[in-house]
């Protein structure tokens, strides 16, 4: 079956804009998570989606940062007024319960580069 | 709090010799640990996971891990390395808590003939 997709593969986006990336989970997972992957940070946790819980935006490394998921299926992270340090590969996994016990799957990720 | 160490950011080994890749864990409760292998521009794919049943852990591609409390360690093996295992290996641990991954900063593995 299909696997967790993820939009655009690339974004070139110049210092200061928004950008939007979105992710569509594995059909039928409950769970979706947001990660960041860069060379100074390694692999990193931002977001996770529960059903209709609140998310856990613990791992959101600033108010620029922000994500919503629309009718418990797609998923959009939202990253305004980019900086440089933003750039990096934003991972994101679902998973069929929240359960810690429960496999996440990977999308291929988009790759940001902030100019 | 949880949190994962790999020794070695580098590992290289002759193809047909043995893989051992070194993961340690820290976690206040009992921990589920994975191992996700990454090949280059695409995401992650699990390999194994530990989840409190047998401690001696089979994966795809033939590598295994055991899971050590004494040691709190789950150190990734396989007994002969192809060139097609050449890419990066990351150890996470999740614990029922948190419901996130908590990665390690992962090792690279080569593969030489």
Not at chain 1, 14 to 41: F, M, N
Not at chain 2, 23 to 35: A, D, E, I
Request: aromatic content about 10%; overall charge neutral; charged content about 15%.
């Amino acid at each position: 079956g299909a696997g967790v997709s993820q939009s655009p593969s690339n974004k070139v986006t110049e210092k200061g804009k928004d950008v939007e990336l979105r992710c569509d989970p594995i059909s039928g997972h409950t769970a979706l998570y947001w990660y960041r992957q860069s060379l100074g940070q390694g692999l990193e946790f931002l977001i996770y989606f529960q059903g209709n819980s609140a998310p856990d935006k613990s791992g959101l490394p600033s108010d620029r940062f922000s994500a919503e998921r629309t009718g418990g299926s797609v998923s959009t992270l939202t990253i305004q007024r980019t900086q440089q340090e933003d750039s990096a590969v934003y991972l994101c996994a679902s998973s069929l319960t929240g359960l810690a016990t429960y496999e996440q799957y990977f999308g291929p990720g988009t790759r940001l580069t902030v100019t | 709090a949880q949190s994962v160490t790999q020794l070695g950011s580098h590992v290289s080994v002759s193809e047909g010799a043995l893989v051992l890749l070194r993961c340690n864990y820290s976690s206040s409760v009992p921990p589920y640990l994975f191992w996700y292998v990454q090949y280059p521009n695409q995401g992650l794919q699990l390999l194994l996971k530990y989840t409190s049943a047998a401690t001696l852990v089979k994966g795809i591609n033939g590598f295994e891990a055991e899971f050590k409390k004494s040691e709190t360690s789950f150190h990734l093996t396989k007994p002969s390395a192809h060139m097609s295992d050449a890419a990066e290996y990351f150890c996470a641990v999740n614990t029922g808590t948190a419901s996130k991954l908590t990665f390690g900063t992962g090792t690279r593995l080569q593969v030489t003939l």
